[in-house]
Nanobody, 125 residues
Framework: QVLLVESGGGLVQAGVSLRLSCAAS????????MGWFRQAPGKEREFVATISWSGYSTYYADSLKGRFTISRDNAKNTVKLQMNSLKPEDTAVYYC??????????????????WGQGTQVTVSS
C-alpha cells in the first residue's frame, strides 16, 4: 500500500509559477511509475504528466509541454510538478498517482493503482 499526499496548491495570478509536491509513505516510490492528473469543475480527470521509475523518461500532455515539468527524487520519496506561466484554464484539483507497472507514456487513470487526495490550484486572470 502506498499513501500519497499532495501539497503546494493555492490561489495564484495568471503568469506565475507554482510547484506541487507529492510525498509517499508506506513503500519506496522507486519501483513505481508516477503521474500527475488534474480535474477541473464539471470536467473529467485528465492526464498531465508521467515519469518512469528511474526518472529518465517523462511524458506530457501535448497542451502542457514546455510549461510543466515532472521530476522525482526517489531518495526522498517525492515527485514534483513544476508549473510555469500558469493560465486560468489550469485551474483544477491536481492529483498524484502511482502505478505498479513500470511503463512509459502511461496516460490513462486506470493504469494507476494509488492516488492522493488532490490539491487545489486556482489561477485568477
Amino acid at each position: 500500500q502506498v499513501l500519497l499526499v499532495e501539497s503546494g496548491g493555492g490561489l495564484v495570478q495568471a503568469g506565475v509559477s507554482l510547484r506541487l509536491s507529492c510525498a509517499a509513505s508506506g513503500r519506496a516510490l522507486s519501483t513505481y511509475t508516477m503521474g500527475w492528473f488534474r480535474q477541473a469543475p464539471g470536467k473529467e480527470r485528465e492526464f498531465v504528466a508521467t515519469i518512469s521509475w528511474s526518472g529518465y523518461s517523462t511524458y506530457y500532455a501535448d497542451s502542457l509541454k514546455g510549461r510543466f515539468t515532472i521530476s522525482r527524487d526517489n531518495a526522498k520519496n517525492t515527485v514534483k510538478l513544476q508549473m510555469n506561466s500558469l493560465k486560468p484554464e489550469d485551474t483544477a484539483v491536481y492529483y498524484c498517482a502511482a502505478a505498479r507497472t513500470r511503463g512509459w507514456g502511461m496516460t490513462t487513470a486506470d493504469e494507476y493503482d494509488y492516488w492522493g487526495q488532490g490539491t487545489q490550484v486556482t489561477v485568477s486572470s
